[in-house]
Nanobody, 115 residues
Framework: QVRLVESGGGLVQPGGSLRLSCTASGIIASLYGMGWYRQAPGKQRELVATINPGGSTNYANSWKGRFTISRAQNTVYLQMNSLKAEDTAVYYC???????????WGQGTQVTVSS
């Protein structure tokens, strides 16, 4: 059973930085891609970035240059810089099996950007 546990969310001022972490259990790192999505109030969940088992990354264009995804085995990170109020959202970790495409989600971590 795949379990994803996120951490690192919180309240930050505009222009500040946060680093989110997500650790997966129940996966074999070489078979799973991992990524981050976010859902702002009243909006649909949207892709932020993904990283495949080989380390190749994919970003939604909106966040290229401000957000950086990285990975160490079963843990995926999202470094977020120059945060804006519109980055306020619940950030969800996702892991997918590259063979079966089965997908699992974390419980989400709240990021609030406000002065």
């Amino acid at each position: 059973q795949v379990r994803l546990v996120e951490s690192g969310g919180g309240l930050v001022q505009p222009g500040g930085s946060l680093r989110l972490s997500c650790t997966a259990s129940g996966i074999i790192a070489s078979l799973y891609g991992m990524g981050w999505y976010r859902q702002a109030p009243g909006k649909q969940r949207e892709l932020v970035a993904t990283i495949n088992p080989g380390g190749s990354t994919n970003y939604a264009n909106s966040w290229k240059g401000r957000f950086t995804i990285s990975r160490a085995q079963n843990t995926v990170y999202l470094q977020m810089n120059s945060l804006k109020a519109e980055d306020t959202a619940v950030y969800y970790c996702n892991a997918w099996n590259v063979m079966t495409m089965s997908s699992s989600w974390g419980q989400g971590t709240q990021v609030t950007v406000s002065s």
